[in-house]
């Protein structure tokens, strides 16, 4: 499998180790061709922190909504 959206370095913070109540707010949109979507199977998404220096950091998410242009 390979990573088709990559957004980089985000941020500086320790959100993760303070449970998300200090850290900062970030809001990303990623357009995702719906010819890369299966209609008969599961899809999958995977969140990744490519610059990962200890245990403590990660990716926190409140939701994720995927929605279909008219």
Same mark, same amino acid.
């Not at 499998?1 to 990559?6: A, E, F, L």
């Not at 200090?22 to 990623?30: A, D, E, K, R, T």
């Not at 010819?35 to 994720?64: C, P, W």
């Given at each position: 499998?390979?990573?088709?959206?990559?957004q980089g =370095?985000? &941020?500086?913070?320790?959100?993760?180790? +303070?449970?998300?109540?200090?850290? %900062?707010?970030?809001?990303? $949109?990623?357009? =995702?061709? &719906?010819?890369?979507?299966?209609?008969? +199977?599961?899809?999958?998404?995977? %969140?990744?922190?490519?610059? $990962?220096?200890?245990?403590?950091?990660?990716?926190?998410?409140?939701?994720?909504?995927?929605?279909?242009?008219?």
């Open positions: 499998m390979q990573d088709d959206q990559q =370095i985000i &941020g500086r913070d320790n959100a993760i180790t +303070r449970h998300g109540i200090h850290g %900062l707010y970030w809001l990303f $949109n990623n357009e =995702i061709p &719906g010819t890369v979507l299966y209609s008969n +199977r599961l899809n999958h998404i995977f %969140l990744k922190q490519a610059n $990962n220096e200890s245990h403590f950091q990660g990716v926190m998410y409140d939701y994720i909504r995927l929605e279909a242009r008219h």
